[in-house]
């Protein structure tokens, strides 16, 4: 480390415009590269690779040619929805979603047409024979004589279509469902185009004035990705004018005269009107009841500038009109660009290293601009008190570097080594999340102490030698009003250090019990805007209507064996006891699930009783042994399937694959209506149920969207505990090692990780007690959580360490330490936590709850770095005081602070 920082510094005061010449090189090439890092399109690649749920799902959609389903929620303003005009409206949304222009990937199953009305039994009475109603009481009377006409497999199908008021007596009910079945595809992109295609043909379709239609898919969720990127766009924008205004108030020089005081004022009066402009249309909104509505339909583009705007005013006001303000407009935006810089390289470098960005990596910038404030803040804090201390510009400098370089180098080191752990980790969006991460650190670091100090050595040496270098109102530590409100909390380590950490011992207690009830939840839905009418359709479909999903099982291996066929038998004979599949009584009285399966399209071909039934294939059956729905172990079915494939080959197509060697695969899609809540239960029941096909030599697997969702969150929950033990025991481990080597006290290092520990519980811990799920944007707290925690730690023990070497005992040391670098971290924090604070405005709820455990998170991180261990330290002084054994090696500290170590 000693070498390290003496180079950075020598670099810094004898190179400046090369440090910066370098910087800039370096940004135009990483920057270049920079944009292209965009989001993943397959974002649960990056988090289960290798499940074999996620690897049956892509098999199955490029083998079977898998479908999607849009529904349609019909409402009535009369409160019925089976009436003559809610009929009208099914014929236009049939004939306009046919003559759209993704008419083309419409799927008409053998008894399921494309676009499913819920007045299916309507439209076979009349194709029966019925005139079409031309009254209510009319489409009543057919409803209910065309539903029993259908055969029972069916019935229960289309009364789900039916909210659950539903009274098929009278056949009326409240809302009513239609399906729009079309075809798939790997092209995330383009199944969102079709996605918002058929929606686009639903809301033109022409219909009675009484009547609405309101289409929802999963695909919509993200198919139409502009409000989304609108809304971070507008967050991330709000957060930085923030931070901007915060700290142009922490870098403030005090101005001289009243006159210079009006301008700082009417400055941060132009700031705070041009944050409100920022926020106003996102609150107008979350609050539609407070704000006009206009204010929320306001476009992002100028509001942004019109936000902009009043900020270079007020910068610009500044610079010409007061010095001392000029240097408070410098500090600030050279932050902020440097902060930037450290971004592009981060993200060019991820480009170069990975291509794609993982959904984790995106929360990357937050963690740079947290550790880029704090950096920024010490280091100019620290150069300010030696230039009011009478330094020279390039003393100053050199001191600052070589002191809180020090601290920065081991809070660097810490932190990035700590995320490198991940590298090893088996997912892949973990992985890439710790390398970027101890990347961005690296290059925070190395911006702030060589390309920050250099662009201040030039300014500051410039009105060095024309001696206009003015230090009036750069003072620090007493006399700002932060500085001395931390620096009064040193009561506590002082005179009640032991009880303060048991009560903060007591808390994390509390947090490690409520953080065990923690939940996993997540849903897609979650990332629609609470305002947005598609979250409100799904959430009416979701509660009113059992409505099934698709769950498929892929059985894959020799599956024309009758071994194999008596296996898949038994198991969608079992399949039938598995809790949320749906379920139908046949008129012998058995039980079936429902669905499109292999073994239900072959008895519906090998059943002599149905109409669907295959002379064909009954006398291959019968060749090969059939018996009461079962063959012979040892019987060869391959001439059944090319019977079946050859009677019927669009209905085979779906549901048995084959290649040069046979046929290889067999596919089960069941009606379920687990929804996201039961996906893991009902995973595992299916998973039993075909276990059976394991004797036959055969592999399944169950799969569907909500299946795959949970087990991204579950991977992600198992791997963040062992990225999170993993990340901490490095940093503390590396700490050890510092603190031996530098003071000859290795506890020290624990004495640091401890508080990390407890905030890190203490998040998860209120997480659980206010019902905030753990999900992908939540599980990034944690890594949050330990990269700005660490370096507070480390700047308050390597503070201690330097005002021991000053003050005769602890308590004075504690005191000092805490008004300086207590203050400086009061200021980061406060900075950081008012701008991503805003978060909490976003219209989608995982932003809202990341914003708000964000912003504890790091008050957290303060509290702890300003009490909890400032009152560790000083017991474990006074401990080594009170036997005999001076609690610090003043020869080796000396060594290690004044000789730049």
Known sequence: ???????????????????????????????????????????????????????????????????????????????????????????????????????EYLVDLDQTPAVLSYLVPVFLAVENGAPFPTSDAEVKALYTAGLEEVPSQFRSFLVALLSEDADLETATAELGLSAVTYRSTDDLDEQAARALGFAEAVTLAPTPDSITMDPFSVELIFGDSAEFEKEIARLFAAAALIILLVLAIIFLVKPKSSRDR?????????????????????????????????????????????????????????????????????????????????????????????????????????????????????????????????????????????????????ATLTTAVGFLTNVTNDLPALAEFGELAAVGITASFVLMLTFVPAVRELLDRKAERAETLDTGGLETGDSRVLPKLIGKTAVLPRRFATATIVVAVLLTGIGAYAMTGLSTEFSFLDFVPTNSPLRDTAVTVSERFDFPETTSVLVQGEVATGAAWNSMVGAYTDSSDVGDVQTITLPTGETVATGQTFVGVMFGFLDPDLPTAEPTMLAAAQAAGFQEGTFPPDANLGGLYDAAVAANPAAMASVLAADANGYTAALFNFDTVAGESGAADLAWG????????????????????????????????????????????????????????????????????????????????????????FGPVTATISALGIGIGIPYMIHVTHRYLEERLTWPNENEAIEQTLTHTGGALAGSAVTTILGFGILVTSTTIPFRQFGFVLSYTILLALLAAVLVLPSMLVLWDRWHRRHGDPALDAAVVREAFQDGA
């Open 262 to 410: 009006v301008v700082y004022f009417a400055g941060l009066a132009l700031m705070f009107i041009g944050s409100g402009i920022a926020i106003v249309p996102g609150l107008a909104q979350i609050f539609p009841d407070f704000f006009p509505e206009a204010w929320g339909d306001l476009e992002l583009g100028p509001v942004l500038l019109a936000a902009l705007g009043f900020y270079l005013v007020a910068f610009l006001m500044w610079t010409f009109t007061a010095r001392r303000l000029r240097r408070t407009t410098a500090d600030t935006l050279l932050t902020f660009l440097t902060i930037g810089i450290g971004i592009q390289w981060m993200n060019g470098y991820g480009f170069l290293r990975f291509e794609d960005m993982s959904q984790m990596a995106q929360i990357l910038p937050i963690l740079l601009i947290g550790l880029g404030v704090d950096y920024s803040i010490h280091m100019t804090t620290r150069y300010r008190q030696e230039l009011v201390a009478g330094g020279s510009v390039d003393a100053s400098m050199r001191t600052a570097i070589r002191t809180v370089g020090v601290a920065l180098v081991l």
């Open 686 to 773: 299916l998973n039993s149920a075909f276990a059976v096909t394991d004797q036959a030599g055969l592999e399944s697997v169950a799969t569907s969207t909500f299946i795959i969702n949970n087990l991204v969150v579950q991977s992600l929950t198992d791997s963040q505990l062992s990225s999170l033990l993993l990340t901490m025991g490095a940093a503390l481990l590396l700490l050890v090692i510092n603190f031996f080597f530098e003071s000859r006290r290795p506890m020290l290092g624990v004495i640091t990780t401890l508080p990390v520990v407890m905030v890190v519980i203490l998040v998860f811990g209120i997480m659980a007690g206010l019902g905030i799920p």
């Open 1 to 103: 480390m000693k070498t390290l920082v003496n180079a950075l510094a020598t670099a810094v005061q004898k190179a400046p415009w090369v440090v910066i010449a370098v910087t800039i090189v370096i940004t135009m090439i990483l920057g270049s590269f920079a944009s292209k890092f965009q989001p993943t399109d397959d974002p649960n690649a990056s988090f289960a690779p290798e499940a074999p749920e996620l690897t049956a799902a892509t098999y199955i959609n490029d083998t079977f040619g898998a479908v999607s389903r849009m529904q349609v929620l019909t409402t009535s303003a009369s409160g019925d929805a089976i009436t003559l005009e809610a009929l009208q409206a099914a014929v236009s949304l049939d004939e306009t979603v046919r003559a759209s222009e993704t008419a």
